[in-house]
């Protein structure tokens, strides 16, 4: 390999030999499930032989400089027109990359299925259209998408706006009422409980820490709310005097203890010698809410510092209830019809009563594979896992036709990606387990990519909406959730989860990337 600096941009160029030219894309594709990004090469030369030095070696000296005719691009491939250095600017700014060309492609640049969503929520704000996760994989060329966006009529397909509404009472939402009609039937459950505990050491200082935590809990609205039933349906309060405080317990068990929904706060604060404690009800935080909570409580315990937020999960709520989800329910008509017999897993010999919790580190080569096929074939992480997932689960009981759940992170909208609350739906996904690996593999990523385009629509309003009758019992689930982004420095201790002792599911499977490994 060698790397030339021309035109202002640094190429990395990689030289091969072989009888015939190897397509560069699959070429690309499996060294990028070997080498880090900034080592794939950009350009490559299919040569006949190598230049050789007297010694023996590859002479670096004499492979020959790529031109614009052997492909090198020149200033008219670089982006031309508005739209284009627009884009180049944002794909710049998100992965980190310079010197774009019109005809790069976002997922060679290193782009995953994760930026992509980052972009496309960004994108739908930036150019004033309606854009979905497959319209970025379809064309994912920055040229090809510039024109995309350039024919949409943007006047026209302009997304609705979440606004601030200033309210302090809301009607819940689907995802909060489904966690709500489970606390009416079984309010002692802890199983919607999100618990951690903070263990403490001689570099924490308890009281700023304290009050840190204090502090973000009390501006978090959200937080701050309580149930009540009316005629039309069932309301979150704000209570601006909910009472936010540690209380202390000599024993770590007697802290958990369930919640009075009808009662704000919906957390609980305790601390013990060792540790401090926070159990925060479902119904008003997700996952990725647990990591916007951390790096706040970070921000206020080492800065003394907390951003308000302008708009809180009151008004998501108020611009859910304007949602039209007629496509949506079209689709789920057609995808979930029929009629199916639901599926039994085999009996666990392990003899255990409340299920048990199973870590399995991925091992690193098996996760360049799965790299080089997420790459080879336009893939996502996500659709190639749930395949595998699916067909591990048809192998299990012996069907074709699999059933399970699905989750969503649902932060499609820009102005919800820094909100806390309870966005993450659950959708129920029919996979159709094919041995022609790759049409069962694009299959899938159709059926995932459809459902991405409608992932704010929760199970109970598709239960509502939409015939599913044929539809058997669902106890599996999948979720595609990469570990929580907030980094912890030495003094700040690192959360521990609190076990709920409870699961709504008979089984899930969780798949938590981490950089290289999973």
Sequence with gaps: AAVHDIGGRQILCG???????????????????????????????????????????????????????????????????????????????????????????????????????????????????????????????????????????????????????GTDRYKITPQQAAHYRFYLSEPDSLAYHIGFRLPLDEKTDRARLKTAIENVIRLEKVFNCYIEKADSGFFAVYDPAAVIRFEHFDNEKDFRRPFDLGKAPLVHLGETEYCLLIDIHHIVMDGVSLDLLFKRIMSAYFHNKIIPQKQWYGDYARFFEGIDFSDAYAFFEKSLSGNYHSIKLPESDTGLEGGETVYYPVPSELYRQMKYHVKAHKLSMTALTLAAYAYVLADAVGEREIFTMLSFQNRSRQETSEMIGMFSTSQPVHITVDDDRKKYLETVKDQLFEQYRYQELPMDMIAENVDISGLPQIDTAFIYQPEQSAAFPDDMPVPQPLDTGGSVMHMTLKISPNGDSC
């Excluded at 090469?41 to 032989?49: E, I, N, R």
């Excluded at 020149?74 to 794909?91: C, G």
């Excluded at 969503?117 to 090809?144: K, P, T």
Aim: hydrophobic share 35%; aromatic share 8%.
């Design 15 to 165: 030289y091969y030999t072989a009888e015939d030219k190897i397509d560069e894309d699959r070429l690309r594709a499996q060294m990028h499930c070997r080498l880090p990004v900034h080592m794939v090469p950009q350009l490559f030369k299919h040569m006949t032989d190598m230049p050789m030095t007297a010694s023996g070696k590859t002479d670096r000296k004499a492979l020959p400089v790529l031109t614009f005719d052997t492909g090198l691009h020149s200033d008219t491939s670089r982006p031309q027109t508005l739209t284009e250095k627009k884009i180049a600017r944002l794909w710049q700014e998100q992965l980190g990359v310079t010197g774009l060309n019109r005809d790069d492609d976002f997922f060679h640049i290193g782009g995953d299925s994760l930026a992509a969503i980052s972009f496309v929520s960004g994108a739908e704000d930036y150019f004033g259209i309606n854009m979905q996760i497959s319209d970025l994989f379809e064309h994912s060329e920055l040229y090809r998408l510039a024109e995309w966006i350039d024919n949409q009529n943007a006047s026209a397909s302009i997304s609705k706006q979440l606004t601030v509404t």
